[in-house]
């Protein structure tokens, strides 16, 4: 059996949630430039509406997308009520939780919406609306705690410009009666700044992110996975398909047909997630509780693998170690 897992997912997921919250940041930025307002300099007021009203659609669509992507790969496996269920997450519960937060929260926005014309009061609309923030702010979090490209310098880039922005957009809002303009905009600026530093202080300290080795050449992992058989008078199967978790996180199949005093023919696979990166060849020695194995990826590196497991007798799920060089 093929591994077909493949690193597109994976690309498309943090793609989908790294736009998803640059246009969240937009639309905050909008909504809280339109608010409290009957006329807006230099754009008609529907305009501006308009680009607000469509750009919550489209969160919610790349929202929608980075959620299924995750769902669906195979690098960080997800069960449904993890990403259902905020906090009950394996994976970074906290960051991951937040996330699901702010998306739910999103779509009770949505639901809202949907109301405001028909059978909900304005006013409750309206305080509905805050909700808003709360959503921006789970979502700034759930990034900076949990996104694997949260160390990059682009990334962090767009994490502090749309963290400026927002802060001074609420900062202008709250303020721009109480306080002279020049004042207001030089303590805009500062806030900025803050947000700025605040982001960058977290990012680069106690959220740092410490990402996996890439394609590693050699590795250590905890194995789990089946085995299973399909014994003849002559003949049988073994196979074992499993998964190592750790230092660098891979997929490993082995096939082997087996005579009645030695190995007839092996197959081996090796695929490194997340990148999809191959390693085929052949097993070289089986033994009774694992297997050693030689295989090569397409650019030509060749790597010793042995998988040893605890023996069980009650079921086909083992669990040991497995060591790649």
Same mark, same amino acid.
């Given at each position: 059996?093929?591994? !077909?897992?493949?690193?597109?997912?994976?690309?498309?997921?943090?793609?989908?949630?790294?736009?998803?919250?640059?246009?969240?940041? !937009?639309?905050?930025?909008?909504?809280?430039?339109?608010? *409290?307002?009957?006329?807006?300099? @230099?754009?008609?007021?529907?305009?501006?509406?308009?680009?607000?009203?469509?750009? *919550?659609?489209?969160?919610?669509?790349?929202?929608?997308?980075?959620?299924?992507?995750?769902?669906?790969?195979?690098?960080?496996?997800? $069960?449904?009520?993890?990403?259902?269920?905020?906090? /009950?997450?394996?994976?970074?519960?906290?960051?991951?939780?937040?996330?699901?937060?702010?998306?739910?929260?999103?779509?009770?926005?949505?639901? !809202? =919406?949907?109301?405001?014309?028909?059978?909900? %009061?304005?006013?409750?609309?309206?305080?509905?609306?805050?909700? =808003?923030?709360?959503?921006?702010?789970?979502?700034?979090?759930? =990034?900076?705690?949990?996104?694997?490209?949260?160390?990059?310098?682009?990334? +962090?880039?767009?994490?502090?410009?749309? !963290?400026?922005?927002?802060?001074?957009?609420?900062?202008?809002?709250?303020?721009?009666?109480?306080?002279?303009?020049?004042?207001?905009?030089?303590?805009?600026?500062?806030?900025?700044? *803050?947000?700025?530093?605040?982001?960058?202080?977290?990012?680069?300290?106690?959220?740092?992110?410490?990402?996996?080795?890439?394609?590693? @050449?050699?590795?250590?992992?905890?194995?789990?996975?089946?085995?299973?058989?399909?014994?003849?008078?002559?003949?049988?199967?073994?196979?074992?398909?499993?998964?190592? $978790?750790?230092?660098?996180?891979?997929?490993?199949?082995?096939?082997?047909?087996?005579?009645?005093?030695?190995?007839? $023919?092996?197959?081996?696979?090796?695929?490194?997630?997340?990148?999809?990166?191959?390693?085929?060849?052949?097993?070289?020695?089986?033994?009774?509780?694992?297997?050693?194995?030689?295989? @090569?990826?397409?650019?030509? +590196?060749?790597?010793?693998?042995?998988?040893?497991? @605890? %023996? =069980? /007798?009650?079921? /086909?799920?083992?669990?040991?170690?497995?060591?790649? $060089?």
């Amino acid at each position: 059996m093929h591994l !077909t897992s493949s690193p597109a997912d994976w690309y498309a997921a943090r793609a989908a949630g790294v736009v998803a919250y640059i246009l969240l940041s !937009t639309v905050v930025v909008l909504g809280v430039t339109m608010a *409290g307002k009957k006329k807006l300099h @230099r754009w008609p007021r529907f305009a501006v509406e308009d680009v607000h009203r469509f750009g *919550g659609i489209l969160v919610g669509m790349f929202v929608a997308v980075h959620v299924v992507t995750i769902a669906i790969d195979s690098w960080l496996p997800f $069960s449904l009520a993890s990403i259902v269920i905020p906090f /009950t997450s394996k994976y970074k519960p906290l960051w991951v939780g937040l996330g699901i937060v702010a998306a739910e929260l999103l779509v009770a926005l949505a639901i !809202t =919406n949907r109301l405001r014309n028909r059978s909900l %009061p304005y006013r409750f609309w309206r305080r509905a609306h805050y909700l =808003n923030f709360a959503v921006w702010g789970a979502a700034t979090l759930h =990034n900076l705690g949990s996104g694997t490209d949260r160390g990059t310098p682009w990334l +962090l880039a767009i994490m502090a410009a749309a !963290t400026s922005l927002v802060a001074a957009a609420i900062l202008w809002r709250v303020l721009h009666t109480r306080l002279p303009r020049l004042q207001l905009a030089g303590l805009a600026a500062t806030v900025s700044v *803050g947000a700025v530093a605040a982001v960058v202080v977290l990012t680069l300290g106690p959220l740092r992110f410490h990402p996996k080795p890439w394609n590693a @050449r050699s590795f250590r992992d905890a194995l789990t996975g089946q085995v299973q058989q399909q014994l003849g008078v002559t003949k049988g199967i073994v196979s074992f398909a499993g998964r190592g $978790s750790g230092d660098q996180g891979v997929l490993v199949r082995a096939d082997l047909l087996v005579g009645t005093k030695a190995l007839l $023919s092996t197959s081996f696979q090796m695929e490194y997630l997340p990148s999809g990166l191959l390693c085929t060849g052949r097993v070289t020695q089986s033994q009774g509780y694992g297997f050693k194995a030689s295989c @090569r990826t397409a650019g030509g +590196l060749t790597h010793a693998v042995q998988a040893a497991w @605890r %023996p =069980n /007798t009650t079921t /086909t799920s083992v669990s040991g170690t497995l060591d790649v $060089s």
